[in-house]
């Protein structure tokens, strides 16, 4: 039995098994370990995946969709073309083209996946991220946080009793922190926090305003290609900081004529106030977990955003010491939960490990706030499972009537830290029928049970009756149901997937497309010609002249792309 491990990333994605005694990672049609997680819908519906959409986001900024991680577990809509999609079924391409690439590698049918989420990630989004994979036609065996992935990854559990450790995983959306503890083959997360609205995306934002600010450029008077020019120039550049401290940027747009530098002294400052978020989830990891920066063994860095020296110079001053970061921080979390995958299916090679991980936030249900006079504050949230609970946990509680002859009790139920109702987020909400009786005299047990995969389950008792209730909340925001989820199959069932045979040719097309689209005069006839003639090389149909043209096409390209800025 294959269990694929899956990082479902923001702005990347990538997945293994476990085969032969160690991690393999599964490459894609183009031999890239990383796919990015961008989808492009063409003109013929047909959707594409990967690098050539990101390629198409170029020139077709309104058909391509990237970073809708973030949206997981809300109901907005993302346009591609004539369609609306959610977060979910974009997601769910990316599960089918990871499928597809490990079914290919493998020579096998994969039908079972582990699926990593970060660690701040609600019960909405973690229902969103489990129907992704079965719309993609994976069982989701379990969902396993990103930061406990990585820590597999690293072999913590094979340190010395009582370790303890922090993972930092900034991602390109989202900031997970955890501290974990490892004794007597459990591996056992002590505390989590995190920012789902940080990560290399806003980093890159704040480079692009700085940008922006340098070349008198306005954002609002720019259409969308002209922005998704410029920060696909700005992603380059943010690299660069890391190994030069000035980086020279030649004309981007059509209306240009100076180059603008910026120097990494200002891309720090313009990116103060992201530095100091990270510090705000660590310190309350530390203090959920009643410790120090001094008790911790390690500090592990995770997510390709930890390759910013900015942000590991900040991470060495907070914590007073060089973190680590000796494994590929984009693909660790992919690596942790393919081993997650092998302990899934039991292979004999793996010591077993057990795992526990938190409620990421508190959960509970909201009650009669007898102060409320004026009806302005609302019901007082009376929390049931507190945040950073060792989980699979549960809890009950009792709560009783506060009118005389009261008919029935409604719990509404609530994730969040706020002290009262409508600052957090609602969940669901069940009634249950009471015998009329006196004020407080009829009550009812309420049971919270949150497993494993973050999912909960509320079972409710009237005390005097006996009489039970039990609730998968299924109408959380953003959570679709079940006739909203056939009716996402049906939409999808019409789009055609293009062949992962033929992405090397459309992404060779795509960047042909994205040079004509930058360059001007001479240089577009000679790129238009080249293209002309690789296309018509592919409507032969030979497979050997393909092969070689493609090696000829991409070394044209290739020089074209030489005098790039970094």
């Known amino acids: 039995m294959t269990i694929l491990g899956i990082d479902l990333g923001t702005t990347n994605s990538a997945c293994g098994v476990w085969r032969d005694d160690k991690v393999e990672l599964i490459p894609n049609s183009l031999g890239d370990f990383l796919t990015p997680s961008a989808i492009y819908i063409d003109s013929d519906e047909r959707v594409h995946v990967g690098k050539v959409a990101r390629e198409r986001s170029v020139t077709h900024p309104n058909d391509t969709a990237q970073v809708f991680k973030r949206y997981m577990g809300s109901r907005k809509q993302i346009k591609l073309g004539k369609r ?51 719309m993609a036609g994976l069982s989701v065996e379990r969902l396993v946080n990103e930061p406990t992935a990585a820590a597999i990854a690293y072999g913590l559990h094979d340190k010395p009793e009582h370790s303890q450790f922090m993972v930092l995983d900034l991602g390109g959306g989202t900031f997970d922190v955890s501290i974990m503890e490892y004794f007597s083959g459990v591996l056992e997360v002590h505390a989590s926090s995190g920012d789902n609205f940080l990560g290399g995306e806003d980093f890159l934002d ?3 305003d700085l940008y922006l600010q340098k070349a008198s450029l306005k954002r609002e008077k720019l259409s969308r290609q002209e922005l998704q020019k410029i920060q696909m120039q700005m992603e380059l550049a943010k690299r660069e900081f890391n190994v030069a401290d000035t980086v020279n940027i030649e004309p981007i747009l059509a209306s240009q004529t100076e180059s603008i530098t910026v ?8 990116t103060e106030s992201l530095l100091q978020r990270i510090q705000v989830p660590v310190e309350t990891t530390l203090r959920d977990a009643n410790l120090r920066a001094s008790d911790l063994d390690e500090v592990i860095l995770v997510g390709g955003a930890t390759r910013m020296q900015s942000l590991r110079s900040a991470v060495a001053k907070m914590f007073r010491r060089l973190p680590m970061a000796n494994l590929d921080p984009d693909l660790v979390v992919a690596m942790g939960a393919a081993i997650q995958g092998g302990l899934k299916a039991k292979d004999k090679a793996l010591d077993d490990v057990v795992l526990t991980d938190v409620c990421p936030y508190t959960l509970g249900t909201g009650t009669h706030n007898e ?35 009261q008919k029935a009790l409604q719990f509404n139920i609530y994730q969040g ?22 004020k407080g005299e009829e009550g009812a047990e309420v049971r919270f049970s949150y497993d494993m995969n973050g999912l909960l389950e509320v079972d409710i008792k009237v005390i005097s ?11 959380a925001p953003g959570e679709l149901s079940e006739a909203e989820l056939e009716a996402s199959r049906k939409k999808l069932s019409k789009l055609k997937f293009h062949p992962r045979e033929e992405e090397t040719n459309q992404l060779l097309i795509a960047r042909a497309e994205r040079l004509f689209e930058s360059r001007l005069a001479d240089d577009r006839v000679t790129i238009q010609n080249s293209l002309r003639w690789f296309e018509e ?22 020089r074209f792309e030489q005098d790039r800025l970094f």
Request: proline share 3%.
């Open 263 to 270: 120097t990494r002294d200002e891309f720090v400052k313009a």
């Open 84 to 134: 609306e999609y959610t977060a979910v079924e974009l997601s769910s391409f990316v599960l089918s083209r990871l499928k597809e690439d490990a079914e290919k590698h493998l020579g096998e049918t994969v039908t079972q996946a582990v699926i990593s989420v970060p660690a701040y990630f609600n019960d909405t989004q973690r229902k969103a991220t489990k129907q992704a994979g079965e």
């Open 371 to 405: 102060a409320d006079v004026s009806g302005v504050q609302g019901d007082l949230f009376s929390p049931i499972l507190e945040r950073n609970t060792v989980i699979p946990a549960s809890r009950v509680s009792s709560y009783y009537t506060v009118a005389n002859n």
């Open 417 to 438: 830290e706020s002290r009262l109702v409508k600052n957090n987020i609602p969940l669901g909400e069940i009634t249950v029928k009471i015998p009329k009786n006196k």
């Open 206 to 208: 704040l480079l692009v």
């Open 537 to 558: 090389l592919l409507e032969k149909q030979d497979k050997r002249e393909i092969q070689e043209g493609q090696v000829e096409f991409s070394d044209f390209l290739e």
């Open 465 to 475: 009756t006996g009489e039970t209730y039990n609730k998968m909340i299924q109408n």
